[in-house]
């Protein structure tokens, strides 16, 4: 399987940068509320609307980035929890090796000197005055080095164990207010949308409606593979099979996607793993510009890269447009283009 991943930045870098972004929404939030129109047009409605959509998807973005940190960190601290509980059975074998009497001394609280290495500040210096007195012999001293080097291990994996658990519970309450962040945008939306008359709604709907079906037409002529990598041409062949499904933020398919995760999906179909994010995705191959995209290239969109579907061919693409439409036909123009990347 083909892998293209580029290495995580810290994750207390980007835990700075989501609080930033976190509060730099909220500052948006207030400046949408202030600026609302009483009676807007329909035009006026489509475009703020968009907009909100965007900021949406921005945070969405920075949403799954974190989510997917969160995971990793996750199983960092299942991994560190799991060894020092081996750990600990391993010391245990080791300080039942010492002896059915030395054992029973621990158990009941009164620690032989053999024993006592456990509550030295200086074990070398113990073991060292242990065997000049002739209290331990040589095997026992050679236990004891590996209790004792055990020990040091099973508190060093649980101090970091420690730490990784409150940063998980700092992430978690990062991705609470990203939460709310996201449905504020989408609440301001739908809000904006209400205020339409149902003729004006309708007339909207028809107007997204009739734009996926002329860029479902013009992707069904003829196209071009010559261009196109083998992955390229399975994962938009996959992404194909998957118009209709619902946008669902944070999703991954297979019944419903966000942008990037209908991007990540199409392409494990082919044997690919790309990272979860637009932002990563975009560096996942080789940049292509606009006149050199071929069908199953990544696309990217808006200049922090919030955005990115799948080349469909003709000037078309598929991608999951925004929170309550499906995954559609659209044409490169209904966004701000950056650039392609061609995986494989």
């Known amino acids: 399987m083909a892998s293209h991943r580029r290495p995580k930045q810290p994750s207390r870098a980007r835990v700075t940068f989501f609080g930033a972004t976190a509060v730099a929404t909220a500052a948006l939030a207030s400046t949408h509320a202030a600026q609302a129109d009483p009676n807007p047009t329909l035009e006026e409605v489509q475009e703020e609307v968009e907009e909100l959509n965007h900021e949406a998807e921005e945070a969405i973005e920075e949403y799954n980035g974190v989510k997917e940190e969160e995971q990793e960190l996750q199983d ?3 991994e560190l929890q799991d060894s020092a509980a081996r750990g600990q059975e391993e010391l245990n074998e080791l300080r039942g090796s010492l002896g059915s009497v030395a ?9 032989d000197p053999s024993v006592q290495l456990f509550l030295s500040a200086d074990p070398d210096a113990y073991l060292d005055q242990a065997s000049t007195l002739d209290q331990v012999s040589g095997r026992q001293a050679e236990t004891l080095r590996s209790i004792e080097a055990q020990q040091r291990t099973l508190d060093q994996q649980r101090e970091e164990a420690t730490e990784k658990l409150d940063e998980l519970e700092q992430l978690r309450e990062e991705l609470d207010e990203q939460k709310d962040i996201i449905q504020g945008r989408l609440n301001d939306a739908q809000e904006l949308l209400n205020q339409l008359t149902a003729e004006e709604q309708a007339e909207l709907e028809a107007q997204q409606e009739q734009e996926a079906a002329d860029a479902a037409a013009a992707a069904g002529g003829p196209v071009d593979l010559s261009g196109a990598s083998s992955y390229g041409a399975a994962a938009l062949s996959a992404a194909q099979t998957a118009l209709g499904a619902p946008y669902v933020w944070g999703a991954t398919g297979p019944s419903s996607f966000d942008c990037s995760g209908l991007t990540s999906w199409a392409y494990s179909q082919a044997g690919v793993s790309l990272p979860r994010i637009s932002q990563d995705q975009a560096y996942a191959g080789a940049t292509v510009s606009r006149d050199q995209l071929a069908p199953g290239d990544l696309v990217f969109f808006y200049d922090e890269l919030s955005h990115v579907g799948i080349y469909a061919g003709n000037g078309q693409m598929i991608h999951a447009p925004r929170p309550g439409g499906v995954v559609e036909y659209s044409s490169l123009d209904v966004m701000p283009f950056m650039w392609g ?4």
């Open 341 to 344: 990347v061609r995986v494989g």
């Open 76 to 78: 960092e601290v299942e």
């Open 103 to 111: 054992s029973s001394q621990y158990r009941n609280g009164g620690l």
